[in-house]
């Protein structure tokens, strides 16, 4: 079979597993209204995990039929690692739910999941040869293992932000309401990147700049209309709208300004249909949701966060500290470097070993372990959207 007609499969499968998601959210849904009978909510969580299997099992081929294509595990480029990592989350969920029965964390893992697959859209797709420090099998190890530690974790964010939404007063205002609704506002960002990418994608829009980088003539496309223009670039498609301001010339790596751009539409949009929905329910996010969840357990709740941790934590440890140091010292004769990916590798280690001291020996369980969990998971998405787009460093050819 040629390259190309597995790549046609691989990215086919892709799409048909996000689908499938899609549409078992809508089945775990189901599960939370109290109008329907306990046999009936039983049956849609039936369903629910049934095709949230099948699209798993269409991810697997997607994984497989790409690591043919390109002779090696597809884990190598921040498309490849991203649509990964959202196959981890949904991995742990399935997992998870034959554990604890829960299909209100479909409802919300499923979503994450699905996100973080199109986030990974904005990324080059093409299959390339690796550049020699990637030629090591300890980076497929490395990498693999990583992004399941962070999707078991990204679990435990799901339970902690239900919790939330659960046990938070949400009759007044404070600093806890406050707080949860900028944590789903910010879901609603990654909404409106979803929304304005797939809209612009369907009308084909496509402008091309030229810039200069490091000294040599870059090419970059835009797949969005350029708010941002990249930095010192010059618009060469006829008739594409000219950028309102260049991105600031400290964004490093490869399209940063395409992918600032992207920031720009996706704060723009998801802000849009965050207003919009708080004028149709005239209230925050977060109390119209409360009600929908007042029958799920809040002990069941921050009981899954914390096993989510203990099994993802020591998965993380041995993927981002252990693995990655013996890939290091072979690709680059060294353990640790200070790079900005290791730091934040670091970091996140370090808050989840805080996490797990703070819940054994302080007692911080219910809503502060909530609130770590969430907090957690914003460190993961900052190492993976930020230091990414703005820091350079060893691991800016991904």
Known sequence: MSTSMLLDISNAMLFTAFILYLIATFFFGATIRDKRSK?????????????????????LVY??????????????????FTTFLGMSIVLAFIIIYF???????????????MIIIAYASIFPTE???LVPSLQSYWLQIHVITVSLGQ????????AGLIYLIRQIDQT????????????????????????????????????????????????????????????GGELMTEGAMEPWFEAPGWMQGEDAGRKFNTVIWSFLTGTLIYLLARLVLRKRIGKAMQP????????????????????????????GLIFASIWAQIAWDRFWGWDPKEVWALITWFFYAAYLHLRLSR????????????????????????????????????
Do not use: C
């Open 39 to 59: 046999h009936k909510k039983g049956i849609a969580g039936k369903i629910g995990i049934t095709i949230t299997i099948i699209g798993f099992l269409a991810q």
């Open 63 to 80: 994984f497989i039929t790409r690591w043919m294509a390109s002779g090696h595990a597809p884990v190598s480029n921040l498309f490849e």
């Open 99 to 113: 554990i604890y029965k829960t299909g209100v964390l479909g409802l919300f893992a499923l979503p994450v999941a």
């Open 127 to 129: 299959v390339s040869p």
């Open 151 to 158: 999707g078991i974790l990204a679990i435990s964010f799901v």
């Open 172 to 231: 007044v205002r404070s600093k806890r309401t406050t707080w949860l609704e900028i944590v789903l506002f910010t879901i609603f960002l990654f909404i409106g990147f979803i929304v304005s990418t797939s809209i612009f994608n369907f009308m084909d829009y496509e402008a091309t700049f030229e810039y200069t980088e490091q000294n040599a003539l870059t090419t970059t496309e835009y797949h969005l209309p350029a708010i941002a223009g990249p930095a």
């Open 292 to 319: 929908l969840l007042k029958n799920v357990k809040p002990d069941l709740l921050d009981e899954i966060n914390y096993r989510s941790v203990t099994i993802g934590f020591p998965v993380f440890t041995l993927g």
């Open 363 to 398: 007692g911080w369980h219910g809503e502060k372990s909530a609130w770590l969990a969430v907090g957690g998971f914003a460190i993961i998405l900052f190492n993976l959207i930020v230091v990414n787009l703005v820091f350079a460093g060893l691991h800016s050819y991904a």
